[in-house]
């Protein structure tokens, strides 16, 4: 039996977590999408490349206080694109083989044709080649009684949920 991804409770797909991460709450797997779940992909799997178009105003603006960065990610198009994908990853449910609900740490829906456009590109190259499976899921289940983060960590952006960006 897989796992499976909602999203407002509905299934979005499924995987079978077919490799352990580095820590004992890390899992991987390949994801497959259900036809529902087709439809809502981009605003997930988007996450990265939004990421990094944020990452390139970070790094063009240097801002010196956590307020200069969250009013960065309020104010700019890239920031606004990014709580947009943010608050979509942080509806999704996971449910374990008996649908039982799992407390998430961290997950990325990754599409893998979209990262290797990315790598072509900033290597200069048309592609890379044909690059099986489409989608991959990374999970880390939250730890017992652990707290749930509302954060962007990737920026250095502790606490953006007490700014009320990712509610």
């Known amino acids: 039996m897989p796992y499976t991804l909602l999203l407002h409770g509905v299934v979005i797909g499924e995987t079978d977590f077919e490799h352990s991460g580095q820590g004992p709450r890390q899992q991987a797997g390949i994801f497959r999408p259900s036809a529902s779940g087709m439809t809502v992909l981009p605003q997930i799997t988007g996450m990265f490349a939004a990421s990094l178009a944020?990452?390139?105003?970070?790094?063009?603006?240097?801002?010196?206080?956590?307020?200069?960065?969250?009013?960065?990610?309020?104010?700019?198009?890239?920031?606004?694109?990014?709580?947009?994908?943010?608050?979509?990853?942080?509806?999704?449910?996971?449910?374990?083989p008996d649908g039982k609900s799992l407390p998430v740490e961290s997950i990325a829906v990754s599409n893998l044709q979209e990262l290797a456009a990315l790598a072509a590109s900033k290597l200069g190259k048309t592609d890379l080649g044909n690059v099986p499976p489409k989608y991959l899921i990374s999970v880390t289940v939250r730890a017992i009684g652990s707290p749930q983060r509302r954060t962007l960590p990737a920026f250095g952006i502790a606490g953006a949920g007490a700014h009320g960006l990712m509610q």
Not at 57 to 70: C, G, H, L, M
């Open 54 to 96: 944020f990452m390139r105003v970070v790094e063009r603006n240097k801002p010196s206080s956590q307020d200069t960065a969250i009013s960065l990610l309020e104010n700019t198009p890239e920031g606004r694109k990014l709580i947009e994908h943010a608050k979509v990853i942080e509806q999704l449910e996971l449910r374990d």
